[in-house]
T-cell receptor, first 113, second 114 residues
Framework: DSGVTQTPKHLITATGQRVTLRCSPRSGDLSVYWYQQSLDQGLQFLIQ???????AKGNILERFSAQQFPDLHSELNLSSLELGDSALYFCASSVDRIGSPLHFGNGTRLTVT | AQKVTQAQTEISVVEKEDVTLDCVYE???????LFWYKQPPSGELVFLIR??????QNEISGRYSWNFQKSTSSFNFTITASQVVDSAVYFCALSALRDDKIIFGKGTRLHILP
């Protein structure tokens, strides 16, 4: 058990809808990362927060947004969903901003129909 | 820009054979960190090792060993006497000091055949 909790585990929704994925980092970790893993694809970096502040952005679509709250949990909001957004979304946390290993949650499997 | 290349998309070996997974990275930073992660069929991502750019010593952990060579920008992973339980997708990743991102390669899917 990595100590990172992601909810929900599975999400099935229709095109055009909006969903929120939630992540609770390991106790003591200040950094939260979001990654997208599509079928047969690697891990695409979306965004990173450190202690509530956005630190880095990857190839995150404008329809996607995220935030980290004062209690350090994070939410990833996906709106105007398209079929191509179907993927496994991972949250990971680490102690520091850089250099520390990431500890991953079990992911949220999003299916857009 | 940072980049991680895992040229081997898929590898199959027979149990007990040794196998090496290649990882080549690009970064302009002199201070950076390299990682390997394992994703077994169950889907979770498991941290295996971290190396910083100033430590080129090879590391061995049981049947696993890692060869870091700055001269060739490579951080290769070898499994000795492979076992079926080693079947997984393995990801190499890079984090540079001046960039908060951790960039992953596309992964190598390893099949260990009984």
């Amino acid at each position: 058990d990595s100590g990172v909790t992601q909810t929900p585990k599975h999400l099935i929704t229709a095109t055009g809808q909006r969903v929120t994925l939630r992540c609770s980092p390991r106790s003591g970790d200040l950094s939260v990362y979001w990654y997208q893993q599509s079928l047969d694809q690697g891990l695409q970096f979306l965004i990173q927060y450190y202690n509530g502040e956005e630190r880095a952005k990857g190839n995150i679509l404008e329809r996607f947004s995220a935030q980290q709250f004062p209690d350090l949990h994070s939410e990833l909001n996906l709106s105007s969903l398209e079929l191509g957004d179907s993927a496994l979304y991972f949250c990971a946390s680490s102690v520091d901003r850089i250099g520390s290993p990431l500890h991953f949650g079990n992911g949220t499997r999003l299916t857009v129909t | 820009a940072q980049k991680v290349t895992q040229a081997q998309t898929e590898i199959s070996v027979v149990e007990k054979e040794d196998v090496t997974l290649d990882c080549v990275y690009e970064t302009r930073d002199t201070t950076y960190y390299l990682f390997w992660y394992k994703q077994p069929p169950s889907g979770e991502l498991v941290f295996l090792i971290r190396r910083n750019s100033f430590d080129e010593q090879n590391e061995i952990s049981g049947r696993y060993s890692w060869n870091f060579q700055k001269s060739t920008s490579s951080f290769n992973f070898t499994i000795t006497a492979s076992q079926v339980v080693d079947s997984a997708v393995y990801f190499c990743a890079l984090s540079a000091l001046r960039d908060d991102k951790i960039i992953f390669g596309k992964g190598t899917r390893l099949h260990i055949l009984p």
